[in-house]
């Protein structure tokens, strides 16, 4: 679904791209697997202290329409070997691969492969239980502000995770030596 930055915002899914993103993007517009509702300006903003979870009142719209292109994608260009998602990307394979197993479907690949993000803060989306889909979690160390959160969840998601850390941030990692 489109997406848009929202004027003034710092937060990596709301914030203007960088001049990088915008250069590989190559005057694309930018898209989303889902939404978020965006900020309501008017509610007051609580100091970090005072938010025990800022993920728990999570909302995503159109989450529907990206599980559906996501399975006709798949369903014509699978199977594959290994699926590799990045942030959000992870958070809908989760609930594909849930919606998958409800369906008493076979996952049409072997291993998953998540970097960044990849959990699932929507109460309505969330899994009855873990999935045993084999997945490394790859998270972006103290420079991820979504990384305690996935180290916290991730876990919980999946009964067959590896967990890997670097320290470049939410981002595929780039510094040595776990650059290749």
């Not at 300006?41 to 993920?55: G, T």
């Not at 084999?134 to 999946?158: E, F, R, S």
Request: include cysteine.
């Amino acid at each position: 679904c489109p997406w848009e930055p929202v004027p003034g915002a710092t937060q990596l899914n709301l914030a203007e791209r960088t001049p990088v993103e915008k250069g590989l993007a190559k005057g694309l517009p930018f898209v989303q697997w889902y939404s978020h509702p965006p900020p309501d300006a008017a509610a007051p903003v609580k100091p970090k202290e005072e938010a025990a979870n800022p993920f728990e009142d999570a909302v995503y719209l159109n989450v529907e329409e990206g599980v559906r292109y996501l399975d006709s994608h798949i369903s014509k260009a699978g199977p594959f070997d290994i699926l590799v998602a990045f942030s959000q990307a992870g958070t809908l394979v989760a609930i594909f691969l849930d919606m998958l197993r409800k369906e008493g479907r076979p996952v049409p690949w072997s291993l998953s492969i998540m970097f960044c993000g990849a959990m699932i803060d929507d109460k309505d989306y969330q899994l009855k239980e873990p999935l045993s889909q084999p997945t490394i979690y790859v998270q972006g160390g103290d420079k991820d502000p979504w990384g305690a959160h996935g180290v916290n969840c991730l876990p919980k998601m999946y009964t067959n995770l590896t967990m890997l850390e670097h320290q470049d941030g939410h981002t595929f990692p780039s510094t040595g030596p776990r650059a290749g």
